[in-house]
């Protein structure tokens, strides 16, 4: 539902999501672990890199490795930073992240004119850029990371890039309605949801990256994700595992061809919904599942 305005109204899950985390303190999101040996076996040109960058990587230390993303040789580092990030403990992050880079002509160029763009002209021209030329194998999930960190440090009247991922793609659609496809670079859909960040965050007096941030730590923790859950978002059981489970298929199909995206996304939706709707606290699984 819309208000007044034609724009939605803040979601009741994402203010208590912002309550729970106040009386928190307000802590960063914690920081990913992460595989160095693995990297190095594939990125052995980029092992003094790997080797400088700490035990666990947070979102601080990913902006930092962009700052200098607006060339060829920052941008690789940049991307590497994020898709590390973005990947945490996943064993094929390694061989996805070398797959987009080794098999798209002058792909770290590519990255580093998203990141001039972006620099120039904000995060939705960004990302308008890398949907004109999409890299192979980088979808929007991954690809919006790597542009959220290339646009943290833009002036205050630049719109930065946040991030599009199916768990908050999830949170979008069970908490407004809203379906934020991502199996191709829908320039007019992120334009639609970086839209509604940047409404709520001035009704809530927050960073539109923050808002995106606080979205995605309740969300993967309400889902059960192994490596992102936090205390203060909860998990309800016994469907924690479930979620997991479908959490691991949307990161497999997030950087997957946009052609088997495609065909894998009324699945997906079924799953959830099944998870959803059937397996609640104190009711039965749906039929056949029990």
Do not use: C
Not at 58 to 70: I, L, M, N, P
Request: hydrophobic share 45%.
């Amino acid at each position: 539902m819309t208000d007044a305005s034609g724009e939605l109204p803040v979601p009741a899950a994402l203010t208590d999501a912002i309550r729970r985390w106040q009386a928190q303190g307000g802590a960063a999101q914690p920081p990913i672990r992460w595989s160095r040996a693995a990297w190095r076996r594939y990125f052995p040109g980029q092992r003094d890199f790997l080797d400088a960058l700490p035990e666990r990587v947070d979102r601080a230390e990913v902006t930092s490795q962009a700052a200098h993303a607006t060339t060829p040789e920052g941008a690789e580092r940049a991307f590497l930073a994020a898709m590390i990030w973005g990947y945490g403990r996943v064993g094929y992050g390694p061989w996805r992240t070398a797959r987009v880079l080794t098999e798209n002509p002058a792909a770290a160029e590519r990255l580093a004119e998203a990141a001039v763009v972006a620099r120039d002209h904000g995060g939705l021209a960004a990302f308008r850029a890398l949907a004109d030329k999409p890299l192979r194998y980088l979808g929007v999930a991954f690809g919006t990371k790597y542009l959220r960190f290339v646009t943290a440090k833009l002036s205050a009247d630049r719109v930065g890039a946040p991030i599009l991922d199916a768990v908050v793609g999830r949170w979008f659609a069970t908490h407004t309605g809203l379906r934020l496809m991502i199996d191709e670079w829908r320039p007019a859909v992120y334009e639609r949801y970086v839209g509604l960040l940047e409404s709520w965050s001035a009704r809530l007096d927050l960073a539109a990256d923050t808002v995106e941030e606080l979205i995605f730590r309740s969300a993967a923790s309400r889902e059960g994700s192994g490596q992102w859950s936090e205390p203060w978002a909860g998990s309800d059981e016994p469907v924690r595992k479930a979620r997991a489970a479908l959490l691991e298929l949307e990161r497999l199909f997030d950087t997957a061809d946009a052609g088997a995206a495609r065909e894998a996304r009324p699945h997906l939706d079924e799953l959830g919904r099944i998870i959803q709707q059937g397996w609640t606290p104190g009711s039965a699984p749906p039929d056949g599942l029990g």
